[in-house]
């Protein structure tokens, strides 16, 4: 029997081209602001209309500053980005969710939540983190910018088939151990180049039991292990999250969806062209060291000797190679961390909770649970930053504000923030931040600036003690 991946992939194939890619019918492009104004400009040159514009939505985020954004945006940059992106949209009769609107906040938080990403679905958009859809149980991925504008134009791509993997999670996680930890444990585990060519669908134990913003966080990390996307096959906790939302189907319509959403399962019998299982119990609260988000640790762990780290991108215990020794090596350097170091401890600068990783409710809920009745470190900056204005409406509905002002935090204005370094929320060189995003490259959140990656919980026990601190000591 085929796969889940299988089966949406053959339900959108329009042709197969001989001896070359697949074409690809698209249910869903989302367009941001920073890969589109070329695939506009290329509509134009060819003097074309988009094929279905009602297939399309547009949001900036990027370079959406997260305060004042009533006000113009500063930076000329950021402001020509944003300001284009409204102009194409209007232009090519696309639906434009603006800063500063109920609707706007990151791509990938308002699609899930506002219910315009749905099972069965293929959806692309020109941001590698496209893959976060894949929690709902869709084929989701990034695409390139002549790609964007190809689904524009045909609502088709083309494509080569990845092949398929299964990452099976079972048994029971740990206390404070979260959907975070979990992406980043398999990332150690295969490292950030394990899964490429694959398209993995996560299942076991701990997958069916995960929350829809859990499911959402780690299919959003599925890129990091060089997946081509990740997924989850759709089930009732995808069906309550979904019910009720803005787009979703209503009524009868409900009904004959959930009926056909509950056939997107691999079968009993499907083969997968590679299979993994883990176990949950083998997963602590994870940081990494590095500066790829596969450099990673069990918060109570030492930073490896890279002497005897296996070959990168291999299961074995063969020696590393000397080129890659000397990576890892220049990467601690790049850090300030030595092999054998523990982090325990470690004093921290900059607290960032938010990215289209970690800026759900969810995700704050579990910043407050930990912060509740403590004070931020008076040392430590601390950006909480939703992903949606959704989010931020439901902290306040729900009291998280005050929770976290009389704790000493600040909510901030969606936004991809400090995620990336395109807006004003740049961690400054030699800093180290405790951060809910996704990556952790040399620069990744200001030139210089030093990054490790962590769950909500592990980023709020640093924002109130100043140091890397094991959160399970403070539930």
Known sequence: MNTLFD????????????????????DRLYCHEVTSPQAFDGLRARGLKCFRPEKIYCMPDHNTPTHDQDQP??????????????????????????????DNGIIHVVGPEK??????????????HTSTHGAMG????????????????????????????????????????????????????????????????????VITTMSMEGRLTLCNLSIEMGARGGFIAPDDVTFNYIKGREFAPKGEAWDKAVAYWRTLRSGNDAVFDKELTFNAEDIEPRITYGTNPG???????????????????????????QG????????LKYMGFIPNQQLLGTKVDYVFLG????????????FASIVKGRKKADDVVAWLVPGSWAVRQQIEDEGLDKVLAEAGFEIRQPGCSACLAMNDDKVPAGKLAVSTSNRNFEGRQGPGAR?????????????????????????
């Not at 219910?115 to 590698?128: E, K, Q």
């Not at 962590?454 to 924002?463: E, G, I």
């Open 7 to 26: 089966k949406i992939w053959d339900q959108h194939v329009v042709q197969q081209v001989a001896d070359g890619p697949t074409q690809l019918y698209i």
């Open 73 to 102: 945006i500063v930076d000329p940059v950021s402001k020509q980005q944003v300001d284009t992106l409204e102009r194409n949209a209007r232009e090519f009769g696309l639906t434009h969710y603006g800063m500063g609107t109920r």
């Open 115 to 128: 219910g315009l990403s749905l099972p069965g679905m293929t959806i692309v958009c020109g941001d590698s």
């Open 138 to 205: 869709a084929v989701a991925f990034g695409i390139g910018t002549s790609e964007v504008e190809m689904v524009m134009a045909s609502q088709c791509i083309l494509q080569q088939k990845p092949k398929s993997m299964r990452i099976n999670v079972n048994g029971k996680l740990q206390k404070g151990v979260t959907a975070k930890d979990v992406a980043l444990y398999l990332m150690s585990q295969l490292t950030t180049s394990g899964a490429t060519g694959y398209f993995v669908e996560y299942a076991g134990d």
């Open 295 to 321: 450099m990673g640790i069990g918060i109570t762990e030492r930073i490896p000797d890279p002497s005897n780290l296996p070959c990168l991108g291999e299961a074995t215990n063969t020696p590393p190679k």
């Open 324 to 331: 890659e020794t000397e990576g890892v090596l220049r990467s």
């Open 355 to 366: 990215a289209c990783t970690n800026g759900r409710i969810e995700d704050f809920r579990a």
């Open 451 to 475: 990054t490790i990656l962590a769950s909500p919980l592990t980023a709020a026990a640093a924002a109130v003690t100043g140091v890397i601190t094991d959160p399970r000591e403070m539930l």
